[in-house]
């Protein structure tokens, strides 16, 4: 499974009936050029775990910084990056997971 379909499982296993009406993923493009991503975690189980930043810069549009606040996930890279962005999520939510 890529990571574009497990992260719309993800997406969907959140999808209670109320949960997906107030809250939600979006993906957006920034003027960098970049992405940004904010994946909302209020009413889920990782709305209180802790995430550490993962921040670095090494120039000529290979950059990433994500982090947790305010109950969102929020995650910004350049053009090249939207897919390790959503690795990060998912490698940190793995640590969590419900059994």
Known sequence: MNLLEWLE?????NCDGDWEHMYGVKIETVDN???S????LIDTYLEQ???STVRYDKGNKDWIICIKED???KGSGG???LNEIIYIFKSWIEKYEEK
């Open 49 to 51: 775990k802790e995430f």
């Open 79 to 81: 053009p090249k990056k």
């Open 33 to 35: 050029p970049g992405w």
């Open 9 to 13: 499982n993800w997406y969907n296993s």
């Open 71 to 73: 109950g969102v996930f």
């Open 37 to 40: 991503t904010y994946i909302d």
